[in-house]
């Protein structure tokens, strides 16, 4: 069952119309949500997230906090099951073509759910490889904005490589991955670059930060360059239904030992436990 504009329904019997602006402009934004034995994790964090979104595009949010969560509740609730990440999908609605925003239009909301499959033992165990591209998206890539044609032209170079993921460099510095949040280790400290127009402000990466500060693992949040990127001893990338995993090449080059490091096994560890006591509330 899916959510489609106040209804409950099987996703056969849901239909947008053409002229709707998410399809003709990609005039919207969204959220994943992962859900482990039916409890939405950091729920709060991703409606803020949407909430900023939503405030980035100039588009009421269509529902109050406790809609969004009876709804999500429902949604889950029909979707029984294992785990399952929610997909949330809202645009400025439908309206005859015209780029600026029309009046009096109701927003499209859509929310589906999906199994979700997080990377195996194995993955953990081996890492990934990744490669680098130039980051040419626009400028708010704050915003989880539905128009992802250069994430998906990005992440689809990772593809053609057979490896897991682009990361990406603007003005010679890291920003973030196609579809992910990446840190480095380097002389033992982990570092992450700050949150702004650059990056998707990731909610795993919230997570990450503050596992690493209730934990003392030295930290540092700032700028990192590509020449740092490339001599990192470790290289992790984060997110919502990856969770998080090292990349042990990059650009066929070895990081470090080629194998997943000690801040890498520390992190997860912490990851973990973080969500086994969430799900055991
Ligand atoms: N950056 C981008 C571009 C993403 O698409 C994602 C999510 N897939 C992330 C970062 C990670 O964000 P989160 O941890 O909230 O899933």
Redesign the pocket.
Known sequence: MIYLNGKFLPIEQAYIPVLDRGFIFGDGVYE?IPVYSCLPFRLDE?LA?LQHSLDGIRLANPYTVSHWRSLIESLVAQNEGGDQYLYLHITRGTARRDHAFPAGVEPTVFMMSTPLAIPGQELLTTGVAAITAQDNRWGR?DI?AIS?LP?VLLRQLAVDACTMETILLRDGLLT??????IFIVRNDVLLAPPKDHR?????????ILELAAANAITHEIRDISEYELRTAKEIML?????EILPIVRLDGQPVGSALPGAVFRQLNELYQNYKATVMRG
């Open positions: 994943v991703h997230r890539c989880k992802l994430n973030e991955g196609a579809a992910s949040n990056m998707l402000p990731g909610i795993t990466y919230d997570l984060t997110s919502s239904t990856k």
